[in-house]
């Protein structure tokens, strides 16, 4: 279960990293993934190492490494739809209103 968060915060460190800079701008993109990572180990208690040779130890599994890669998955799409639901919240102003009822008395 660890190894799936770690991965699950290098995934979203590549994102960040990614969109943080510029496409032709690599140099920088490798420092701060370098340096997000690092975050993520420490935020683990882990070492760089330590991940690396449990990874290699994950793909050499691959039944092990499967359901890691499935949980991600499912990270990621509830993600999506916690997202979808925040952006979904206002009501569409081009619809028409809608009648209100009578009142009798």
Do not use: G
């Amino acid at each position: 279960d660890k190894m799936r968060h770690i991965m699950w915060d290098m995934i979203r460190a590549d994102e960040y990293a990614s969109n943080f800079h510029p496409k032709n701008d690599s140099s920088n993109f490798s420092q701060e993934q370098a340096i997000l990572y690092e975050q993520i180990f420490r935020l683990y208690s882990t070492k760089a190492e330590v991940f690396r040779k449990s990874l290699a130890y994950y793909q050499s599994n691959p039944n092990l490494m499967k359901v890691i890669i499935d949980s991600l998955r499912s990270d990621e799409r509830r993600v999506l739809m916690e997202q979808y639901n925040t952006n979904n919240t206002t009501e569409d102003t081009l619809l028409p209103e809608k009648p209100k009822p009578v009142q009798t008395d």
